[in-house]
């Protein structure tokens, strides 16, 4: 019983003291594991995957990624120095490179370090297209979503502990615990968690592409894209990601805000 509520009182503990400030939203989000841990891991994987994967460099393709990449990190800078956050970027250290691979995607680390796959190109099909694509992998490490992830697995596994510690005693209880368990945490709480990240992202990023001088609306023309060429997407609720359809309502109905707030920083024409 001490132990049980040892365990109780550490979870609580945890989550109270772990927390950050998304600047982008002003609510507070769990930091259990520091950038300071977390971003040197980040830039050491980053290298290391370049190294084993080709890099396109000096070609147009190349260049453009590097050019939005660029603008999308000044535009989010020009954001959070005006919303109070002079500093945030610190620690960040940018880089843009695009990879030959057929993969339809791209990805950013913690800490700045995006990639772009050659794949997704053909579906972006213009600069704006690849701002969305871009904007929204930036948006992931300025709200520190993988900081946020990290934090969320490890309640997820002391959750498990201080279950299978508080039933110790009676084995059978303990199995249907740790069935329910995995398959509440995963259903209820970290795939819906996910899923809020990537509209997030999603959010935050089209703030980011209208500041740095592109149409929003080319984000949802994007999505149409991706729609058109997906076959067997899992259901919403059994996906870490939103739906296509939930995406295009969501930018839509965000596209004039998005704009609004671009015309507070002076930008009044959109590059579609």
């Given at each position: 019983?001490?132990?049980?509520?040892?365990?109780?009182?550490?979870?609580?503990?945890?989550?109270?003291?772990?927390?950050?400030?998304?600047?982008?939203?002003?609510?507070?989000?769990?930091?259990?594991?520091?950038?300071?841990?977390?971003?040197?891991?980040?830039?050491?994987?980053?290298?290391?995957?370049?190294?084993?994967?080709?890099?396109?460099?000096?070609?147009?393709?190349?260049?453009?990624?590097?050019?939005?990449?660029?603008?999308?990190?000044?535009?989010a800078?020009?954001?959070?120095?005006?919303?109070?956050?002079?500093?945030?970027?610190?620690?960040?250290?940018?880089?843009?490179?695009?990879?030959?691979?057929?993969?339809?995607?791209?990805?950013?680390?913690?800490?700045?370090?995006?990639?772009?796959?050659?794949?997704?190109?053909?579906?972006?099909?213009?600069?704006?297209?690849?701002?969305?694509?871009?904007?929204h992998?930036?948006?992931?490490?300025?709200?520190?979503?993988?900081?946020?992830?990290?934090?969320?697995?490890?309640?997820?596994?002391?959750?498990?502990?201080?279950?299978?510690?508080?039933?110790?005693?009676?084995?059978?209880?303990q199995?249907?615990?740790?069935?329910?368990?995995?398959?509440?945490?995963n259903?209820?709480?970290?795939?819906?968690?996910?899923?809020?990240?990537e509209?997030?992202?999603?959010?935050?990023?089209?703030?980011?592409?209208?500041?740095?001088?592109?149409?929003?609306?080319?984000?949802?023309?994007?999505?149409?894209?991706?729609?058109?060429q997906?076959?067997?997407?899992?259901?919403?609720?059994?996906?870490t990601?939103?739906?296509?359809?939930?995406?295009?309502?969501?930018?839509?109905?965000?596209?004039?805000?998005?704009?609004?707030?671009?015309?507070?920083?002076?930008?009044?024409t959109?590059?579609?």
């Amino acid at each position: 019983m001490i132990l049980r509520k040892s365990l109780i009182t550490l979870l609580l503990g945890v989550v109270v003291v772990a927390c950050s400030t998304n600047p982008f939203t002003g609510k507070q989000t769990l930091a259990l594991v520091p950038n300071s841990q977390i971003l040197p891991m980040a830039f050491q994987q980053y290298d290391q995957f370049l190294s084993e994967n080709k890099v396109v460099k000096g070609t147009a393709d190349a260049n453009m990624v590097k050019s939005v990449g660029q603008k999308m990190a000044a535009a989010a800078e020009r954001y959070l120095n005006a919303n109070g956050y002079a500093g945030y970027l610190t620690d960040y250290r940018w880089e843009y490179n695009l990879i030959e691979s057929k993969d339809v995607n791209a990805w950013c680390m913690p800490g700045g370090k995006i990639v772009v796959y050659t794949g997704i190109l053909p579906v972006t099909k213009t600069e704006a297209g690849l701002a969305a694509v871009m904007g929204h992998e930036v948006a992931h490490a300025l709200a520190n979503h993988g900081q946020q992830r990290m934090s969320a697995a490890q309640l997820q596994q002391l959750g498990a502990v201080a279950g299978n510690v508080a039933l110790a005693n009676n084995p059978e209880n303990q199995q249907i615990f740790n069935t329910a368990y995995g398959l509440g945490s995963n259903l209820g709480v970290m795939l819906p968690f996910s899923r809020s990240h990537e509209t997030e992202a999603d959010h935050i990023g089209l703030i980011l592409m209208a500041i740095a001088g592109y149409e929003p609306m080319a984000a949802a023309q994007l999505w149409e894209r991706m729609q058109a060429q997906s076959q067997g997407a899992p259901p919403e609720f059994l996906s870490t990601h939103p739906s296509s359809t939930t995406r295009i309502q969501n930018i839509k109905g965000w596209a004039a805000s998005a704009k609004a707030e671009a015309r507070k920083f002076g930008v009044t024409t959109f590059k579609n």
